[in-house]
């Protein structure tokens, strides 16, 4: 159910359009931005995951451009939302501004930073920090600081007053909210409660069946009676089901779950895909080690010799189950998909290791690259590279990883 609710018992298409992108994130309701670019940026795998090799410059056309579909915003961290969606967000705006409001927040202590900042955009129109860089009032004395000015416009945004109009590269591009917000979304407001009422509909329709902690955690809801109440209105109109899902318990009891009324139990799943840790399916630790025994830390910031699972390693889905893990790496003046590690997870089967094969060599098309290499770090990386070497489409090598030589 839960990966039915998130796309993946549809089939890929041959071909993507921005239309397969926008029914994507009808079913996701958020995508999630990361800038680690080992292998691919975060916000691009998801769609990768569910829609098959795309033209990465489509998501850039459809999401980073200047246009009226999706805006940032933190709806669970920084992602992308449908513009139209702004207002639900109110309620989160409100209580940054009421938190910033005192005399002594950093707000307060820098308004003049905050107003110059404010001034410029509403006078110029959408400006990337490098052109207010460009254009420091370094003259009016001691109270410019570089680092204030940006901090000046990620409270600005966190408050609504401002919102990112696009990207260049990765570089957020900035404008007064009026600027990129239609007015009529803009004017429009939203109850608190009605917002996060409206925002446990939709969790719990990307879930599938899910925990209060589930729900809760999709857009990173705090407030636990707001939820505990969201979560009654909609099981007193028909919206949710109480279920129990074998296996999710707690001290011996079983964990209050449920289920959305349009969650459909699909007779068999048969995806394989590689998921951003960011993806929906795995982004709350706690759900993917109930429901996939997937016990997952990110390892970036562990020291390299320290690391169990490499740089920043990969869940690979096949069928309904979370087989393996994979660290990636993009060699792009090589032009080689690096296989820098590869372990098996407690669900993992023998057959897996073709399946993974085939989504790695198609991971390596996606990223225009021409070789597959796999290396010895794992204790799946000899039935992988053995699965590779196959059915070679590509030109597959092992290489020594970094650990082996330190090892």
Known sequence: MALAAQGFTRARPSVVSSRHLHRTMERLGVLQIDSVNVFARSHYLPLFSRLGAYEPA?????????????????????????????????????????????????????ARTVQWVQDELRDRGPLRPADLRADAPRERGTWWDWDEVKLALEHLWRTGDVA??????FERTYALAAQVIPAPVLAREIPREDAIRELMRRAARSSGVATQADLADYYRIRDRAAVGRAIAD????????????????????????????????????DATAILTPFDPVVWFRERALRAFQLDYRIEIYVPAAKRRYGYYSLPVLVGDRIVARVDLKADRAASTLQVQSA???????????AAIAAELRL???W????????SGWGDATTAVHAALAAAPERAVRRHVHERESAV
Not at 90 to 95: E, T
Not at 164 to 169: F, Q, Y
Not at 367 to 374: D, P, W, Y
């Open 367 to 374: 990223q225009g690259l021409e070789h597959v290499s796999i």
């Open 343 to 353: 372990w098996w997870e407690p669900q993992a089967r023998d057959e897996d290791a």
């Open 58 to 110: 489509l998501l850039d056309r459809t999401f980073l451009s200047r246009t009226t579909h999706y805006v940032e915003y933190l709806a669970h961290e920084a992602t992308f939302i449908p513009v139209d969606d702004w207002a639900l967000w109110r309620f989160r705006m409100d209580a940054f501004r009421r938190r910033w409001a005192t005399d002594d927040s950093w707000l307060s202590s820098n």
């Open 363 to 365: 991971a390596a098309t």
């Open 164 to 169: 990112v109009s696009g990207r260049r590269g």
């Open 234 to 269: 909609l099981v007193d109109a028909g919206e949710l089901e109480p279920v129990h899902v074998r296996g999710w318990d707690r001290a011996g009891r079983p964990l209050p779950a449920w289920r959305h009324r349009d969650a459909v139990l699909p007779r068999r799943v």
